[in-house]
């Protein structure tokens, strides 16, 4: 009986091989010859042909998933760190992209000021498969829009003189606005630019007003000089109409409105984003406030005033959809690097520009409030729901005012159901939209933010007993809070690196996000707190992030204080700078931004490193800076400044457009 069992189990495994090799070369036969040679060259490289069957793409030949496989898989495709790593990019492209893998001397001639332009010679992986030549080039600069340029034809009718005492022509006004509503409203919608277009040229103060305008035209007034560095107008108006802005919010905040409300967000973004700290938070605290006795969020289903938004025109819900959810998100990302209480309730009005059900059509109803798609992203959906998400998380994080991240009360269960909806979440965005970075900005900012709020989950949890306790619900036997987390900060190195190449010229603010979770947890990182640790590579990383920094810093004084705080992190992190070289660092960002008029009184309260909420703060670490720099450079004064192969001491941030070495002078100083 025994013998006669073992034959037959013998007899299928040897009939399970034999269809498999079927189906395998099958296979061979309806795929691209070119590719059937390297799946076969693969083969002749491995000691097990059948467990490569399973790597290959749209599950050709079903064999038994087993933690094998993974690994053989991983062998013959991109390089990652972990095998959760490989098994997530596999498995949620949608939310996890393709990485890239990068040679150290490509990185390294990015931070040295060589062009950045990528040849197939410094991509590791084969460049049939992962890169062209000229892939990840730089985005040419635009030139400056005419009228017959602007995104929308109504501007040509803009008669500014009506809402603003600032003087400012009206084709240049055009310009401006044109320039914020394609570059930057995908990002953050903060109205619904339809309705408010046609009321800004027809004079009309329904849904416009003359703080909603003054506010725009500050935010707009700086990003102008990143599509057109030449043109210095822009600037020098910024301060003029956020003077004018201050003036009509104390008049128009004691009056609760749709308008108002949004006018608040524009202004609060742009005083955050220029350092204005005091009256940013004013505004902040103001925002939330009316948005709540509005009833746009934070109330529950029932309530009344929320009930009789759905009885008003179209056209008001319309606009009324867009504000809310935009005031929803911009409060939820703050609230991930400031101290913000969590919202309880998600907005009652439906998402903006909601997708239809698979399979149905969309309807064209007016009762449907589909905003015009040119203004809204593709992912603004996605987005909406992101933070429905980060919001629950937040709820539960985060006690008492609001700031302290505890992981000792929340179990793993909580933890993992959360990253599958999040995960579920993300597969709605259609698959390949960012491939090797060819994407609209908006779309990188977009995946930016999605990392940031699944670091933020697992964040807690990489001090913590259960850091590398494993997850089940994946099929890596290494998926643990942390090698996810891991996993995130590699997808942010990546998305900094496409902004930098291909946005560099005209980089939004919004990418500041990655600088604040990426350099946190490379200064932070060691063997026992990450399943990665090359030094010299993720300082070169950190300096890309740092030339990014200083790139912003032309358009805002604010980051000169942030790269303050980042090189203070970079010093306390033994072995990762010296004082010196930071000090030296710091003094070319500042030199490109000699024409601030007061870049010290700018600051930052953000939360620079979210495993310290209340110690690294940006304003706090910035102004450690000095002591923690000179008091290095006094205990280490007979250290070379160096950690080994890959380390650069020549980055030179001074200079705008290439960024050239240090001069021997400045080295040695």
Known sequence: MYYRTARRLDTDELHQKLQNYNEFFLYLQRIPETDAIGIVRRLRALPDPTAILASLEGGAVHTLKRPSDIAVARAVSVPTDTSIEFELMACHRSAYIKIIPVTRSFLESLVDGTPSVVSTSLITSPASHYSSPGTLAPTPLPPSPGLRDLIDQRLKKLR????????????????????????????????????????????????????????????????????????????????????????????????????????????????????????????????????????????????????????????????????????????????????????????????????????????????????????????FHTTCKLYVIAQEIAAVYKVGDGTKLSSERVPLAFLEAKYQKLLECLGEVEEGVLKDGNGPIHLIVFYIECH????????????????????????????????????????????????????????????????????????????????????????????????CVSDLYVQYPLFVNMAQAFLAMAIQQHGYMSGAEAVALLEGIKRRGSHHAAPDEAGSSAIADPAEPQAAKMNILAQKFEVISLMDQFTHVNDNAGVGDGYVSGLDLATPASDAVYSQESRQS
């Open 160 to 379: 500014i003189a009506y809402w603003t005492r600032v003087a400012i022509d009206d084709d240049f006004a055009a310009q401006i606005i044109s320039a914020y509503l394609e570059k930057e409203h995908m990002i953050t919608p903060f109205f619904d630019a339809d309705i408010v277009l046609a009321d800004l040229v027809a004079c009309q103060p329904r849904f416009c007003s003359a703080f909603l305008v003054s506010a725009l035209m500050f935010l707009a007034c700086y990003r102008k000089q990143s599509y057109t560095p030449l043109d210095v107008r822009a600037a020098g108006l910024a301060v003029n109409f956020r003077a004018e802005a201050e003036l009509l919010y104390r008049g128009e905040c004691s009056v609760d409105s749709i308008i108002t409300v949004s006018g608040m967000m524009v202004f609060t973004a742009a005083c955050f984003y220029h350092g204005a700290e005091a009256l940013a938070h004013e505004l902040l605290g103001g925002l939330r406030s009316m948005a709540g006795r509005l009833a746009l969020f934070g109330v529950a289903s029932g309530n009344p005033v929320a009930l009789s938004h759905l009885g008003q025109t179209e056209e008001w819900r319309r606009a009324a959809s867009q504000v809310a959810w935009a005031a929803y998100n911009f409060l939820s990302l703050l609230s991930i690097y400031h101290e913000v209480s969590p919202i309880k309730y998600p907005p009652i009005l439906p998402i903006p520009n909601t997708p239809p059900p698979k399979g149905k059509e969309r309807a064209t109803t007016p009762l449907d409030l589909i905003s015009s798609r040119r203004y809204v992203s593709p992912v």
């Open 452 to 547: 940031i709020v699944i670091l933020s989950l697992f964040q807690p949890f990489q001090n913590s007993p259960d850091a590398t306790t494993r997850l089940p619900s994946f099929t890596s036997l290494d998926c643990s809070p942390r090698t996810v987390y891991d996993a995130s900060i590699n997808q942010l190195k990546q998305l900094v690196l496409w902004a930098h190449l291909r946005y560099r010229e005209s980089l939004p603010i919004y990418v500041n996000g990655a600088f604040l979770m990426l350099i946190g947890a490379l200064t932070r990182a060691d063997e026992t707190t990450s399943s990665f640790r090359d030094m010299p590579t993720e300082r070169l990383y950190f300096l890309l992030c740092l030339k």
